[in-house]
Each structure stands twice: as structure tokens, then as C-alpha cells.
């Protein structure tokens, strides 16, 4: 069973610039999440795809944006990127909306 | 929305000591997970852990949803145990199927 995989591990933008990030999630899952991580601090929720229809979103800009595909893999797209957008961004799949969800290693994205 | 404490915010032992961590929440819940974030920042699962008690090797964890607490114990802490203890949960009114995340407890284990 393959766990939840995500690319690239680190990433440096230059501010203004849009950047991808892409999840793989673990066998049998149909649901994504996608979660910022500022230092110090909690995740802090982004979105949710399930069956690739969003299923909610937190407190972001439109400039966040997200896909889900066929295989239930995920892309989460930041355009016009700030500052701001330096974080660790994890993945989390699960089975369901409401069931034990699993996070990848994150990718760490440096805005400069 | 759920508001989610942990406490305490920092905690420091000696190995071979042991140690409660505790996380209250303001309303009902459908979920409750303790995820461990190691130094590269991946979210390790510890328990799944909506009401009851499941233990672990080492680690143990008892949620009580009508008091609206989940504690997670450490015994014979060891140096590899350092790092941050997070407790996410799911509400179960207005939810939209996200975790809501503590602001953790960074636990350090000195040899």
C-alpha cells in the first residue's frame, strides 16, 4: 500500500510568480486536503476535493486554487505569489470526508 | 467555528520520564486524531481517537466527547519522542469535513 506522496519536497519562487504543488494520494482514497503550515503555527485549512468536487474551503485568497483528477490525485495552483505564501503546504487523503485522514511530507515553498 | 487547546505549549523531560498532553474543544466532534510532526514536518499518525481509550507500545490515548477533552499519554519517554504533538479535530456541526489543528505542544526529551 502506497502512503501519500507529494512533489517537489522544497521549492524558492520569486514573488509574483504561480507555482504547482502536486499530491498523490494513498491507495483507495478519494478524498484530498490540502493544508498551509506557517512556522510556529498549526495547519491551517485550505481545501477539500472529494470524488474531484471541492468539498469546502478555509479562509484563502481565489489565487489559491486546486484540482482533483480521475486517480484522486490533487494539484494545489498559488498564483501571484507573496511573501506571505512561505509555508510548508501538506496533503492529507482519507476515505470519505469523515474518516482517519493521512498527511504526506509536505513541500516546503519559499517565496523570495 | 470548533476551537481546538493544547497545553502545555512547551514541555521538557528527562528520557525515561513520562508526560500527559492535553487538548480541550469547544463543541461536539466527529473526528479526533494526535499526529506527531517530525523535524522534516510530515504529520505522523498516533491514534484515531474520537471517544475512548486505545493505547500504543508507549503512547496511549483517552478522549472524553461529552467533556470535550482528549489526552495523550507519553511513558518512558525516549530522545527520538522530541518534537511537536499536534491533536486535530472535525467538528460535528458546520463542518466541511477539514481538521481543525491546536497550536501544538513542542515536546523536547534530553538523554
Known amino acids: 500500500e502506497t502512503g501519500v506522496t507529494q512533489s517537489p519536497t522544497h521549492l524558492i519562487k520569486t514573488r509574483g510568480q504561480q507555482v504547482t504543488l502536486r499530491c498523490s494520494s494513498q491507495?483507495?482514497?478519494?478524498?484530498v486536503s490540502w493544508y498551509q503550515q506557517a512556522l510556529g503555527q498549526g495547519p491551517q485549512f485550505i481545501f477539500q476535493?472529494?470524488?474531484?468536487?471541492?468539498?469546502g474551503r478555509g479562509n484563502f485568497p481565489p489565487r489559491f486554487s486546486g484540482l482533483q483528477f480521475p486517480n484522486y490525485s490533487s494539484e494545489l495552483n498559488v498564483n501571484a505569489l507573496e511573501l506571505d505564501d512561505s509555508a510548508l503546504y501538506l496533503c492529507?487523503?482519507?476515505?470519505?470526508?469523515?474518516?482517519?485522514?493521512?498527511f504526506g511530507q509536505g513541500t516546503r515553498l519559499t517565496v523570495v | 467555528g470548533i476551537q481546538v487547546e493544547q497545553s502545555p505549549p512547551d514541555l521538557i523531560l528527562q528520557e525515561g520520564a513520562n508526560s500527559t498532553l492535553r487538548c480541550n474543544f469547544s463543541?461536539?466532534?466527529?473526528?479526533l486524531q494526535w499526529f506527531h510532526q517530525n523535524p522534516w514536518g510530515q504529520l505522523i499518525n498516533l491514534f484515531y481517537?474520537?471517544?475512548g481509550t486505545k493505547q500504543n507500545g508507549r503512547l496511549s490515548a483517552t478522549t472524553v466527547a461529552t467533556e470535550r477533552y482528549s489526552l495523550l499519554y507519553i511513558s518512558s519517554s525516549q530522545t527520538t519522542d522530541s518534537g511537536v504533538y499536534f491533536c486535530?479535530?472535525?467538528?460535528?456541526?458546520?463542518?466541511?469535513?477539514?481538521?481543525?489543528f491546536g497550536k501544538g505542544t513542542k515536546l523536547s526529551v534530553k538523554p
Open positions: 481517537i474520537p471517544s
Open positions: 492529507a487523503s482519507s476515505f470519505g470526508v469523515n474518516t482517519e485522514a493521512f
Open positions: 463543541d461536539s466532534v466527529n473526528n
Open positions: 476535493y472529494y470524488r474531484e468536487e471541492e468539498n
Open positions: 486535530a479535530v472535525l467538528g460535528a456541526r458546520g463542518s466541511q469535513g477539514n481538521l481543525i
Open positions: 491507495s483507495g482514497h478519494n478524498t
